[in-house]
């Protein structure tokens, strides 16, 4: 089992930022990948980004290149979603996941084998 607990989501400007964290416990060791996705309701879940923990290699939603960046810090069992940049469209909840290979995660939300609650990010003036 993993449990996962994001944070850092609210309410946010067009054109600013906000760093989402995601603490992951348990048998983390057993899922070397995690990723976020977003939903609003009435709409699927999508996939935002995701990362191995091993080689540290990234993938992104063409939705979230060049305004998102998600890092990991395995001391801490931590990643994060760094957004810049956001967009009234980006306003979601969104889900911190872990799952066996992040290019999985990226094809398809099966990928994803564990889920946190959810934070909310609010983008409006």
């Known amino acids: 089992q993993v449990q996962l607990v994001e944070s850092g989501g609210g309410l946010v400007q067009p054109g600013g930022s906000l760093r989402l964290s995601c603490a992951a416990s348990g048998r983390t060791l057993s899922w070397p990948a995690m990723g976020w996705f977003r939903q609003v309701p009435g709409k699927e879940r999508e996939f935002v980004a995701s990362?191995?923990?091993?080689?540290?290699?990234?993938y992104y939603a063409d939705s979230a290149k060049g305004r998102f960046t998600i890092s990991g810090d395995n001391a801490k069992n931590t990643v994060y979603l760094q957004m810049n940049s956001l967009k009234p469209e980006d306003a979601a909840y969104y889900y911190c996941a872990a799952g066996a290979n992040a290019g999985i995660m990226q094809s398809t939300t099966r990928g994803a084998s564990y889920w946190g609650q959810g934070t909310q990010v609010t983008v409006s003036s």
């Open positions: 990362i191995n923990w091993g080689g540290g290699t990234t």
